[in-house]
């Protein structure tokens, strides 16, 4: 069952990530002048992102996302996110878990989340840099403008709950 609860814990925060949600610059020079994708580092390839990542969108005063993605080698991964309520004194609600699939093409990440009751979403962003346990990705929102947000890599989901309940 612990387990079970990091895995939850994971996922949701991958969802988070799509969610798009974040305040950001909203320059036309970020977003190539409406073009979505191709923005992105050329040089990385997707073996550079296997693995486990969270991302923490602070949209406002009021709310927090804390998001998570778990990228597989075979295109497949899972996606979960954490969203925490001042109102709610910043206590998390429960997760969202969901599927995912995914490719890397020229630096432009694409994924699809299958949200449980509510069908699939497809999302991308241009990953701007990776440096080791930090990557930099330039998110597309359905608006058409752009935001930026840094991820961080995680041995585990185990490790990703710790760091969570720090938070």
């Known amino acids: ?3 079970f609860k990091f895995l939850s814990l994971m996922l949701m925060a991958i969802v988070a990530m799509f969610a798009f949600t974040a305040c950001g610059d909203d320059d036309d020079k970020d ?3 409406g073009q979505q994708g191709g923005g992105g580092d050329t040089s990385i ?3 550079k992102l296997i693995g486990t990542w969270y991302g923490v969108d ?3 005063s009021i709310r927090i996302n804390v998001f998570v993605m778990d990228f597989t080698a075979n295109g497949q991964g899972h996606y979960a996110e954490l969203k925490a309520k001042a109102d709610e004194n910043w206590e998390p609600r429960d997760p969202e878990w969901a599927n995912m699939t995914w490719t890397l093409s020229n630096g432009t990440l694409n994924a699809t989340v299958s949200v449980p009751n509510k069908g699939d979403i497809t999302r991308k962003g241009d990953i701007i840099s990776l440096n080791g346990d930090k990557m930099t ?3 597309y929102q359905d608006d058409g403008h752009t935001d930026e947000i840094v991820m961080t890599r995680v041995n585990s ?3 990703f709950a710790l760091i969570f309940a720090q938070m």
């Open 1 to 3: 069952m612990k387990h």
């Open 31 to 33: 977003n190539k002048g």
């Open 45 to 47: 390839t997707a073996d």
């Open 58 to 60: 602070e949209n406002s």
């Open 137 to 139: 990705v330039r998110r």
């Open 157 to 159: 989901a185990d490790e």
